[in-house]
């Protein structure tokens, strides 16, 4: 007999659904808790787990009792529901896990660096400035899939009367992790000649990471 375990992993404080975690589901057990089974949630922070019979039941285990640890991409524990086992589960169980913060503060963050150069953006024109971004996990396994809504850029610093940017495009490298960024100064603005410094943040479910590039326009 199939059971299945479903469910939503959400931010405690907003209830924002949290993707890119790791839910495992546990049969409590005397002496060794059983594995039922692992999955990562998705963009939303929903989960499904489907597991047998077999996987947990022995000779006076009829029904599983059932809780979930949360763990971050890189195994990170981040929250466990062991304090309230589901005793006695019936076939198909739902939770909503609300994580707290001290939970969110532990999810795995990015590792992002960047390098900024003007090799057709100058003072007085609207070519794009060109921002080339390394995103990797915290163990170095490069981030894919990612698009503009994943990035912000904010000069922090500008040339003298200079304005804010917008992203406009965003392309993926050869290389997995790497990705080139566009910008171009807000409405009808131009480069200003100076220094600018870019606040550079990376934000893909709760994997954050942030950065600075800089770049002298002339």
Do not use: C
Not at 1 to 14: D, Y
Not at 28 to 48: A, E, P, R
Not at 82 to 93: D, H, S, T
Not at 95 to 105: A, C, Q
């Amino acid at each position: 007999m199939l059971f299945k375990i479903t469910g939503q992993v959400v931010e405690e404080k907003s209830g924002q659904g949290l993707a890119g975690l790791i839910v495992k589901a546990y049969d409590k057990d005397l002496f060794y808790d059983d594995l039922l089974g692992y999955v990562d949630t998705d963009q939303d922070g929903n989960f499904q787990i489907t597991y047998e019979g077999r996987d947990f039941q022995e000779l006076f285990d009829r029904k599983p009792d059932i809780y979930l640890k949360i763990k971050s991409s890189d195994w990170q524990d981040i929250y466990s529901t062991e304090k309230n086992v589901r005793f006695e589960a019936g076939q198909v169980e739902s939770f909503r896990v609300e994580i707290p913060e001290e939970g969110v503060n532990k999810m795995a963050r990015l590792i992002v660096t960047a390098f900024s150069e003007d090799t057709i953006a100058a003072p007085g024109n609207r070519q794009p400035n060109y921002i080339i971004v390394s995103v990797t996990d915290i163990n170095g396994v490069p981030v894919t899939g990612l698009g503009i809504s994943d990035f912000k850029v904010d000069p922090m610093i500008v040339g003298p009367g200079g304005a804010l940017v917008n992203i406009i495009d965003v392309r993926a490298g050869r290389l997995p992790g790497f990705y080139h960024i566009n910008v171009l100064p807000i409405k009808k603005e131009t480069w200003k000649q100076g220094v600018y410094i870019f606040a550079v943040a990376v934000e893909k479910g709760v994997h954050k990471g942030q950065t600075l590039a800089t770049v002298l326009m002339d």
